[in-house]
């Protein structure tokens, strides 16, 4: 039974750019969170998404975006990215009702 | 609003000697308290979790922790570290209102480095 799965692992964008990352859910789970962990740090809640609308948001600029596409799979946008940008992005999927599973993450690098 | 404190951001033990990481949290609500951890280059894994059933929760690899009301605590234990259980470990907490509804924010604490010696 496969896990959360993220991509890509690794990647490297200019300031300014903008980044997609993906998540597959685990199967059978319907609700996907994204959140940020900066170096030293633990991580930050993004947002939720479940029924392919974000309920929850945390405190993250307009610049942070997502989806959710009907399998439930997930995006991440980010536009104009800023050398702070810099953290290992996590996927968490989930029953509504909680129980989550993390992906191993994406490791975005701002230059 | 909720919050994690956990009160030593390294802990530092020999092989076979036990383990204990701290946690305070902060929340007006029920709170659902989770342990995570997170090897190098790794995703995070559940060791255990309180959802409001026995205050003494077990967990994988030995881990087990204490949900104390009256001191807002939430510490880890583990009767004789290994040198695999060497990793970053997160206190979190997510919080369940007065109605029952369950949020689905997760808020982590700052992290605790484990390092054992052989």
């Known amino acids: 039974d496969a896990g959360v799965t993220q991509s890509p692992t690794h990647l490297i964008k200019t300031r300014g750019q903008q980044v997609t990352l993906r998540c597959s859910p685990k199967s059978g789970h319907d609700t996907v969170s994204w959140y940020q962990q900066a170096l030293g740090q633990g991580p930050q809640f993004i947002f939720q998404y479940y029924e392919e609308e974000e309920r929850q948001r945390g405190n993250f600029p307009d610049r942070f975006s997502g989806h959710q596409f009907p399998n439930y799979s997930s995006e991440l946008n980010v536009n104009a990215l800023l050398l702070g940008d810099s953290a290992l992005y996590l996927c968490a999927s989930s029953l509504w009702t909680g129980g989550y599973t993390f992906g191993s993450g994406t490791r975005l690098t701002v230059v | 609003a909720q919050s994690v404190t956990q009160l030593d951001s390294h802990v530092s033990v020999s092989e076979g000697t036990p383990v204990l990481l701290r946690c305070n949290y902060s929340s007006s609500y029920s709170p659902s308290l989770f342990w995570y951890v997170q090897h190098p280059n790794k995703g995070l894994q559940l060791l255990l979790k309180y959802t409001s059933a026995a205050t003494l929760v077990k967990g994988i690899n030995g881990f087990e922790a204490e949900f104390k009301k009256s001191e807002t605590s939430f510490h880890l234990t583990k009767p004789s570290a290994h040198m695999s259980d060497a990793a970053e470990y997160f206190c979190?907490?997510?919080?369940?209102?007065?109605?029952?509804?369950?949020?689905?924010?997760?808020?982590f604490g700052q992290g605790t480095i484990l390092t054992v010696h052989p």
């Open positions: 979190v907490v997510k919080i369940t209102n007065a109605g029952g509804t369950s949020y689905g924010k997760l808020t």
